[in-house]
Nanobody, 123 residues
C-alpha cells in the first residue's frame, strides 16, 4: 500500500518561513513526480510545486515562484517544500502527491495523495 504523510505545518506570521516534509512508504522508487498542492477554504485545490525523481525537472506556480523551493532529502527519503516570505494568502491545507510519470501541475495525473497539513499565515 502506497502512503504519503505530510508534516511541518503550523502557524506563522507573514514574512516568516515553514518547511513541509512529505514522507513516502510503499515503493517510493516507482514514483517519478512528487508534487505539492494546497486548498484554501472555499477554493479549489491548486498546484504549488513539483519535482521529478532525479531533480532534473521542477515546476512552480507563479504565485510561489522565488519564495518556495521543492527538494529531496535522500537520507530521510522525504520531499520537502521550503516556504519563505509567507503571505496570508498562502494559508491552506497543503498536500503532497505522487505520480508514476512527469505530472507537473496536472492534478489528474497524481495517483497517491497524503492527508494534508495545515499552514496558517497571520497578518
Amino acid at each position: 500500500q502506497v502512503q504519503l504523510a505530510e508534516s511541518g505545518g503550523g502557524l506563522v506570521q507573514a514574512g516568516g518561513s515553514l518547511r513541509l516534509s512529505c514522507a513516502a512508504s510503499g515503493r517510493p522508487s516507482s514514483w517519478y513526480t512528487v508534487g505539492w498542492f494546497r486548498q484554501a477554504p472555499g477554493k479549489e485545490r491548486e498546484f504549488v510545486a513539483a519535482r521529478s525523481s532525479g531533480g532534473g525537472r521542477t515546476d512552480y506556480a507563479d504565485s510561489v515562484q522565488g519564495r518556495f523551493t521543492i527538494s529531496r532529502d535522500n537520507a530521510k527519503n522525504t520531499v520537502n517544500l521550503q516556504m519563505n516570505s509567507l503571505k496570508p494568502e498562502d494559508t491552506a491545507v497543503y498536500y503532497c502527491a505522487a505520480a508514476t510519470s512527469w505530472a507537473g501541475g496536472n492534478t489528474n495525473e497524481y495517483a497517491y495523495w497524503g492527508q494534508g497539513t495545515q499552514v496558517t499565515v497571520s497578518s
